[in-house]
Structure formats: C-alpha cells, structure tokens
C-alpha cells in the first residue's frame, strides 16, 4: 500500500472517530429531535401523554449510545448490546402502540441519527468516505435492532391475548358457579363486560354449539376449534354501549353473557344475534344457538344458563336459533309437551289441522289472525288480506269439521293448542317450527295467499 493510499485511510479513519465523537457528546440533542420527528411523522406517537414521549426518549438515548459503541468499537451489535428492547416492546404494546407505528419509530430514529452522521461528515473526500462507510454497520445495527424489537411487541401481544382468554374464561366459570367476582383481575374483567356486581344489569345468556353435517370448515379437531373460536369472536362483538359481550370456548359450547343496554330491547340482541349466525352460515360455520330469558343482575346467570342449554332442544340438527325472549309461556310449554297432552287432542282438530297443511294452512293462519285479533272478523281479514266474507266462510267450515266456535274462549284455546302442538312436533321442519312461534313471539300474523272465492 502506498504512503498515499496509507494517508488517506487514515484520514477517513480519523473522520470517522470524530463524528462518532461528536454524536456522542450531542446524544441529548440527538435524542430529542428524533422524539420530536417520530412525533411529527406518527400520528399515534402524538397522541401519548408527556410519560411515553420521556419512555421513548430515554430508548432512543439508550439506542444511540448502544449504537455509538458498537460503531466505535468496530464490531457487530449482538443481542446483549439491545437486550433493553424487549421491556420496552411490551410497554408499547401495552400502550396500544400499533407494531407497524413502533417499527416506523425505528425507521425515523435511524434516519434522524443518517442525517446527523451526513451533517457533520462535513463536505471534505475523508469526511464523506467516512460516512459512506457507516451506512453498512448502521442498516445491520437497525435491521438487527427492529427485527428483536418485532419479536418481542408480538410475543407480549400473544401473551396478552392468552391472558385475556384465561381471564374471561375464569370469570365465566366464577358467574356460572354463581359466585361473585369481588377484587382484582376478575372484577375488573367482569366491569369491562358490563358485568358489575352489584348491578342488577340486565343481560341474556347464549349457548352455541357446531350444527350440521361436517365441512371443509369444521371436519376434524383442529378445523371445529378454529370454527368454535372464529364464531366465538364473532358473538363477543354484538356488545353494545362500548362494553364487548363476555364470550368464551368452554369445551365443545360457547357461552357468551351480552349485557342489554340502555334502550335495548332482548328481541333487539336477539336480532343481533340472528344476524351473526347468518354471517357465519354464509362462512361455511354452521351454528345452534339457545338464548335465555332476559336475567337482572349476575346471581341470576347460572338459571339463565340452563335455559339456554335447555332451549337448544327446540333447535333443528342443521342449527338455528332458539330465543326464548321471542318465544311465549304458551308456545314454550307446547313446544315442551309430550305425546299425552297430544292424545288429549280431539281427532277431529288433529285431522283438520293435519289437512290444512298439506293445503297450504289457510284455515290455521285464519285461527291464528282470529286470535291475534281479539275475535274481531274484519281485523282478522285485514290481517290475512282477504274479504271479511272469506274470513266468514273459513270459520264456519273450521266449526263444521270440529265442533269448535272461534268466538267461544275455551274452543279457541283448545284449537290454539293443538296448532301449537302440531307445530312442535319433532317430525316437522324445525325451522318451520321455531319460524313460527318467533313470529308469534314478535305479535306477527301468519299470511297466507288463498285460492278461496271472495
């Protein structure tokens, strides 16, 4: 090497020492306007309190210095030089810190710490050269840096999803027990699901389970897991009034406890809830779902429980919805009876009914409007959309087949009931059969078309 050659080195080397130097002596300052950038350049970096901004200053200081070292020192930067970030990774995902946000802050670090490198390498061959030869150490010392900053926000983050779950998880077995959850962890999830103890909140409790035949989606263990969670996921959403629903995978069933707010109606939760079991049918995830009655206050969740589980009897094998709030005391003890109170039926109804149907059930949607009604001919007409003389016609020929008036109380009950009961019967359509006490339970009359003269 020529004394030339040797000179020149050594000047770029001199260089490269002086402005290490002197980033060194300036780490403060550099500090400080790398905070400032990363608040101008990130938009939720901005919108942190005073104590996140001195937290990410004191990283940024942290990193500068390591980095300054390991550049002085010539060598290459390992785990232990950076071993600060991961504490610090998790206090930005605790923060709620997007990972894309965090590592656009290393991105602005680095570019801040170039520009101060370029400033101060001056317009000289040696003070350039010495600048070209740090890009190299400083895109590993950031690419090293994020990589490990990366891995542990996402490691904290699925520690915390983890958490979340065990801690749901926990206090719904703490309310199905019908405990109170009284201090730390527990009653602070059971107040961010709306579930205060000492309220008497109203709420629902769901119970859903896998329906219908195996699929692409749920055929094996792992495939129904994932289906089980995905739908779970879906239910904690239908929370309203900022509160998520408690919603938890608890073995093979999902229990969710979704908490009415204020102006809610349970028909409205339910509608809610229809809607989520539409939205995953259309995924390939088919659910039955049970829904309770509306219960006030936590002590009344393990009751509220069992009529969910008990509900799900009334729904068909390619699963549906089975919503008690849609559901009567009527239509329930119907939909609950067994093949005695069936017997009780006159044959005569039993005949007639089973007729109609194969018909098309003119003549029990005109029962069903009479009812609805009040026992006034011209409202049910309306209701059914026909003539009052057809509506006439149709009960003098439902008196004919069963001896039963309409306008007597006790023959529309009788024949009230064995509609019920008809349509409860496990060889019908189960979606026909919670269809129609739904509709019943929502006040709407069944309308039937008719070929009948006018």
């Excluded at 730390?184 to 909140?201: C, F, K, M, V, Y």
């Excluded at 019920?420 to 006490?437: F, H, I, K, V, Y």
């Amino acid at each position: 090497m020529s004394t030339g050659s040797r000179t020149v080195e050594a000047a770029v080397r001199a260089e490269r020492t002086r402005i290490l130097s002197e980033l060194l002596d300036d780490l403060p300052k550099l500090a400080d306007a790398a905070v400032a950038t990363m608040r101008e350049e990130i938009p939720a970096y901005e919108a942190q309190g005073p104590a996140f901004h001195a937290d990410v200053r004191d990283q940024v200081a942290r990193h500068y210095r390591a980095k300054l070292g390991v550049l002085l020192e010539e060598r290459t930067v390992t785990y232990e030089d950076i071993a600060f970030t991961r504490r610090a990774a998790m206090r930005r995902a605790r923060a709620g810190v997007a990972l894309a946000d965090y590592i656009n802050a290393f991105r602005v670090g680095q570019q801040v710490f170039w520009e101060a490198v370029v400033e101060r390498a001056g317009h000289t061959y040696a003070g350039r050269e010495a600048a070209l030869a740090l890009a190299t150490p400083l895109m590993r010392y950031c690419d090293f840096a994020s990589t490990h900053a990366a891995n542990a926000y996402m490691e904290f983050q699925q520690y915390a999803a983890a958490e979340a779950v065990r801690e749901s998880r926990d206090l719904l077995e703490t309310l199905l027990a019908g405990a109170v959850p009284t201090r730390g962890r527990e009653l602070a999830a059971a107040q961010a699901h709306g579930l205060a103890p000492d309220a008497r909140t109203p709420l629902l409790v769901v119970t859903a389970v896998l329906a219908g035949p195996p699929n692409e989606v749920t055929t094996g263990p792992d495939r129904g897991a994932d289906a089980r969670h995905a739908a779970c996921a879906a239910i904690a959403r239908t929370g309203g009034n900022g509160t998520r629903t408690l919603s938890v995978v608890r073995q093979s069933e999902i229990v969710a406890i979704p908490v009415l707010g204020p102006g809610t109606a349970p028909e409205e939760l339910c509608d809610r809830l229809q809607a989520v079991l539409d939205s995953l049918a259309a995924e390939g995830i088919r659910l039955a779902m049970g829904i309770s009655t509306v219960s006030f206050g936590t002590a009344q969740i393990p009751q509220a429980y069992q009529e969910a589980r008990a509900v799900l009897d009334f729904v068909p094998e390619e699963g549906g919805v089975a919503a008690l709030p849609r559901i009567t005391p009527f239509q329930y003890l119907a939909l609950k009876a067994d093949d005695t109170a069936r017997h009780l039926v006159d044959p005569r109804i039993t005949a007639l009914l089973a007729e109609d149907r194969a018909r098309g059930g003119v003549l029990t949607a005109t029962i069903r409007a009479f009812a609805a009604a009040d026992l006034n001919l011209r409202a049910a007409a309306e209701r059914l959309q026909i003539h009052p003389n057809t509506a006439q016609y149709r009960l003098r020929r439902i008196q004919e087949r069963t001896g039963r008036s309409l306008r007597s109380i006790n023959d529309l009950v009788e024949l009230l009931v064995a509609i019920a009961l008809q349509d409860s019967l496990p060889t019908n359509d189960g979606r026909e059969r919670l269809a129609t006490a739904t509709n019943e339970g929502r006040g709407r009359a069944d309308v039937r078309s008719s070929h009948e003269p006018r």
